[in-house]
């Protein structure tokens, strides 16, 4: 499995752009990467998953370079609701042994 | 649709009683997690399930056990609670396999062993 590296912590202000960046330098060939959100006091929510390149949805963008060793949640103009854990995992989501393990995250702090 | 359903929300248990979580999802999913999560910290793996009537080991499974006798439901046990065990518990269900592209998580049920 997998070892992500994530850094512990972030601050931001209202509007900027955040990139959090996952570094998974062990990553398999059928390796997807996938990006969790967490506010206090709820489960996880899915924001992205990505196998290369660039992904992007109504959330986030992910940016996987070629040797996919790392990768990188860009959140555009944050708000203050963007406060919460951000989870990278990564795993063969074919393999039935895939654990969903999750690391300790990077707590987000946005301020006004 | 409710989605992913854990009953009940909140418990206290003196040490030593045993107690049984219900997680209970709806989307017809063949994976199912249980997580434990303790203040200020990640979520840990305790047991997962890739399909009805099979479980396995995550990351810190002592003193727990799991079944997962129907598809919909997969069920937490603690034989002999400890006061270690206090924690929040986390369930999450996932379609697997090329499917896999995100799990669903319940709304968490708070335990404080006393």
């Known amino acids: 499995l997998a070892k992500t590296t994530q850094p512990i912590s972030m601050d931001s202000y209202e509007g900027q752009e955040v990139n959090i960046t996952c570094s998974h330098n062990?990553?398999?060939?059928?390796?997807?990467i996938t990006w969790y959100q967490q506010f206090p006091s709820q489960g996880p929510r899915f924001i992205i998953q990505g196998y290369k390149t660039k992904v992007t949805n109504e959330v986030a963008s992910l940016f996987i370079p070629a040797d996919r060793k790392s990768s990188t949640l860009s959140l555009p103009r944050v708000s203050l609701s963007d406060t919460a854990v951000y989870y990278c995992?990564?795993?063969?989501?074919?393999?039935?042994?895939?654990?969903?393990?999750f690391g300790s995250g990077t707590r987000l702090l946005v301020r006004p | 649709n409710a989605g992913v359903t854990q009953t009940p929300k909140f418990r206290v248990l003196k040490t030593g009683q045993s107690m049984t979580l219900l997680c209970a999802q709806d989307m017809n999913h063949e994976y199912m997690y249980w997580y434990r999560q303790d203040p200020g910290m990640g979520l840990r793996l305790i047991h997962y399930?890739?399909?009805?009537?099979?479980?396995a080991k995550g990351e810190v499974p002592d003193g727990y056990n799991v079944s997962r006798l129907k598809k919909q439901n997969f069920l937490l046990g603690l034989e002999s609670a400890a006061p270690s065990q206090t924690s929040v518990y986390f369930c999450?269900?996932?379609?697997?396999?090329?499917?896999?592209?995100?799990?669903?998580f319940g709304q968490g049920t708070r335990l404080t062993v006393v």
């Open positions: 995992l990564v795993g063969d989501r074919m393999d039935s042994s895939y654990k969903l393990i």
């Open positions: 999450a269900s996932s379609y697997g396999g090329a499917e896999d592209t995100e799990a669903f």
């Open positions: 062990n990553i398999a060939t059928n390796d997807y």
């Open positions: 399930s890739v399909g009805e009537g099979t479980t």
